[in-house]
């Protein structure tokens, strides 16, 4: 597991971030040695080595592990905080691992005529088309259908390593419409790396082989996604959170009608509440590595 965009191990960059030259393995090599072993028989030790074989961004260094998600993790839950305005890098959301209380909710307008743009992430299959990688996020986060919750500076390392998955209680206005997620590590110069994210079609939130519409106004639970990541939060950086209703075109637009895709039915707006108080503690799960 390497920090790679699609085909493309012997780079060093992703994005704008370079990982610098220990970052490059020989793939090929790894695959014939594997095979050599296993449909030639030749002994060559690869049935003793690690199963895992990982890199850590942050420190940028490559590590051995026995098992997937690794056996030392401890989940930890990161909870939404905010006073009603966490729209925007100019919100007040905020991210710890106190439990809400009384808060207020939070509110954007997810228009699909003016959606979120995609600002890098695991993308294929061509850059020309939509940026793959790692880039900076605050020009996706001074926008205001973008929730911002962000951590205080950390006060040590954080290692992060395994599935990420948010939790969050939402209301709409739409009988269906999306959410979205993404785990981003705020540098002490404010530069805001994006690591993994994730989506939930609101029709597919129980199954992905039943659809169901929502009722409007109701409280919905929604459990997002945001596929794998290694990273070391490094002292003095910063955990942030970013919700929104579009990543676009990473994932395509949800028009909110609850119409079957495919019908030329137009678009309309949704109204969005995003839920974090004692009854509903939105929050994103992080597999947090002890340090050895």
């Known amino acids: 597991m390497g920090p790679w965009v699609h085909r493309a191990s012997s780079i060093t960059n992703a994005g704008e971030v370079d990982?610098?030259?220990?970052?490059?393995?020989?793939?090929e090599q790894l695959e014939l040695k594997w095979f050599d072993r296993w449909l030639k028989g030749t002994d060559n030790c690869a049935d003793n080595e690690a199963p895992l074989k990982l890199f850590v961004m942050g420190v940028n260094q490559w590590r051995y592990e026995s098992e997937w998600p690794l056996a030392r993790t401890e989940l930890t839950q990161y909870y939404l905080h905010s006073y009603g305005s966490a729209?925007?890098?100019l919100g007040d959301g905020s991210l710890s691992v106190v439990r809400p209380r009384d808060e207020q909710p939070d509110k954007y307008t997810y228009n699909p005529e003016n959606a979120t743009p995609t600002?890098?992430?695991?993308?294929?299959?061509?850059?020309?088309i939509v940026d793959w990688g790692a880039f900076d996020q605050r020009p996706v986060e001074y926008?205001?259908?973008?929730?911002?919750?962000?951590?205080?500076?950390?006060?040590?390392?954080?290692?992060?390593?395994?599935?990420?998955?948010?939790?969050i209680f939402a209301i709409t206005d739409a009988k269906d419409t999306d959410f979205t997620a993404k785990l981003v590590d705020v540098h002490p110069n404010g530069y805001a790396v994006n690591l993994c994210d994730g989506i939930i079609r609101a029709r597919y939130r129980e199954s992905t082989k039943t659809q169901q519409l929502l009722t409007p106004g109701e409280v919905y639970e929604y459990?997002?996604?945001?596929?794998?990541t290694s990273n070391v939060f490094k002292k003095g950086h910063r955990i942030r959170?970013?919700?929104?209703?579009?990543?676009?075109?990473?994932?395509?637009?949800?028009?909110?009608?609850g119409n079957k895709f495919g019908e030329d039915a137009g678009t309309q707006v949704a109204n969005q509440v995003i839920l974090h108080d004692k009854a509903h503690p939105s929050h994103v799960l992080l597999p947090i590595i002890p340090a050895l």
């Open 19 to 27: 990982f610098g030259a220990a970052s490059v393995l020989d793939l």
């Open 119 to 128: 600002r890098g992430g695991c993308n294929c299959c061509n850059p020309e």
């Open 223 to 228: 459990k997002i996604d945001l596929w794998p």
């Open 241 to 257: 959170l970013d919700i929104a209703s579009s990543n676009f075109p990473r994932f395509d637009r949800n028009p909110n009608t």
């Open 87 to 89: 729209n925007s890098l």
């Open 143 to 167: 926008r205001n259908d973008v929730l911002v919750y962000t951590s205080e500076e950390l006060e040590r390392n954080v290692e992060v390593t395994g599935p990420v998955v948010a939790t």
